[in-house]
């Protein structure tokens, strides 16, 4: 036995997330600062009125945030005509993303846009939408921090000592069911939590996150073994605890070809519904890349990819390529996951979202976090439940991956 010292919170994540301090409108010019860094932003050019919607995800509004913007404010808080905004909205759209919106003077979009050398800024340039031009400027854009800045870390403000056992083994591996066929793509289905960890509890009938993403990662299974065209492991197939590298370690140790987590989210308002598709954030990949270009054994960093012998100015490339492929392969089948749920899962407004989440972060596994839906909101949590919703969330899975590995087989 050892004593490992477990840090626990006071305050809330959102306590330390970066503050919107100030947003600088100068004609075409559009500032925003933060006193940290953020996970990255996202614009959306709109119409009917004309508006550009900014999303800073990782980020909270300060109570005190500074709007400028060059002509003379009115007493409604718009702007004179002469600048391409006449007024500055902000609002926190969800725990963790603020919105701002610039209401424009004419139709607009961002032409371009970065974040400061140190990531505490937000530059962007506007234009005017003249005739055609909506089919030559991207309607929707990312903007991430530079590589290499994070945010703080969270203050741990006490800690307290607990005996825990010793680090066990590497857990063994489940059972791959669907046949021998080792040219059937694997996938393997993480249901998020699990043991002594419930996850998030509903308010409504005390549903628990760990009982309804075993429930639906069963379902799953059921339906892509079904197709006859995959097979397919499930982290856990009863009520156990694993550790977060443990989940995606287990893919990788299969060598699947596709990793799906599922999990159920919830909110401190009841009014946040639907599910949401996550992928690994350039950022997050930026710094899991560096870590495995540092190890000391390189020969199983990368599936299929030797890099014990490999000059060490060569390997950070090729293991940043490799991130790169799975990367955007994950965004592949998040994208079919979309399509083949629309109609039949109920997604959130920008329900394609980048994060750094533990799962995620397999170099080699294509992979996904699939939030299925707000156990805090009461339709929610009566869908997640029942055998009908979950049916549609297999069903949907089922009909992706299908796709997304008959895709895969035309491109070889």
């Given amino acids: 036995m050892m004593f490992t010292t477990l840090l ?15 947003i600088n409108v100068d004609g075409s010019k559009v500032v925003i600062t933060f006193d940290d860094i953020v996970v990255g932003a996202k614009t959306l050019t709109l119409s009917g009125p004309d508006r550009i919607a900014i999303d800073i995800e990782g980020g909270t509004l300060h109570k005190g945030v500074n709007t400028r913007s060059q002509g003379s404010p009115q007493s409604n808080g718009s702007y004179a005509r002469n600048n391409m905004v006449s007024k500055i909205r902000v609002a926190q759209f969800a725990p963790d993303t603020a919105r701002i919106v610039l209401d424009m003077s004419a139709p607009t979009a961002v032409k371009s846009g970065y974040f400061s050398s140190d990531g505490r800024a937000l530059h962007l340039a506007l234009a005017p939408l003249v005739g055609g031009q909506r089919a030559n400027i991207s309607l929707n854009q990312l903007f991430q921090p530079p590589a290499g800045f994070a945010a703080k870390k969270v203050r741990k403000p006490y800690s307290v000592s607990v005996r825990l056992p010793k680090a066990k083994k590497q857990i063994g591996l489940p059972n791959i069911l669907g046949g021998n066929n080792k040219n059937k793509p694997l996938v393997v289905i993480d249901a998020g939590h699990g043991g002594h960890d419930p996850g998030a509890i509903s308010p409504h009938g005390g549903k628990r996150e760990k009982d309804i993403t075993l429930a639906i990662a069963k379902r799953i299974r059921d339906q892509l073994l079904a197709t006859g065209r995959v097979r397919v492991a499930l982290t856990r197939d009863d009520d156990k605890y694993l550790v977060l590298t443990e989940r995606y370690s287990i893919a990788r140790r299969l060598n699947a070809d596709l990793f799906i987590s599922v999990h159920a989210d919830s909110a401190g308002s009841e009014a946040a519904k639907g599910a949401t598709v996550y992928t690994l954030s350039e950022v997050a990949s930026d710094r899991e890349t560096a870590k495995l270009a540092a190890r000391e054994n390189k020969s199983d960093v990368i599936r299929g990819l030797d890099l014990s012998g490999a000059d060490p100015n060569i390997s950070p490339i090729l293991i940043d390529l490799r991130q790169r492929e799975t990367m955007n392969l994950s965004s592949d089948f998040a994208k079919l996951l979309l399509r083949e749920g629309d109609g039949r899962m109920n997604f959130r407004t920008y329900s394609h979202r980048f994060a750094s989440f533990v799962v995620l972060k397999a170099p080699d596994v294509p992979s996904i976090l699939l939030e299925t839906g707000y156990l805090t909101n009461a339709k929610d949590v009566s869908r997640l ?28």
Avoid: C, E, K, P
């Avoid at 979950?390 to 590995?405: G, M, R």
């Fill in 385 to 412: 439940s029942s055998r009908a919703g979950q049916n549609q969330i297999a069903d949907s899975v089922a009909d992706a991956v299908t796709v997304y590995f008959a895709r895969q087989l035309a491109l070889r």
């Fill in 8 to 22: 626990f919170m006071l305050a809330s994540s959102l306590a330390n997330a970066a503050h919107v301090r100030d």
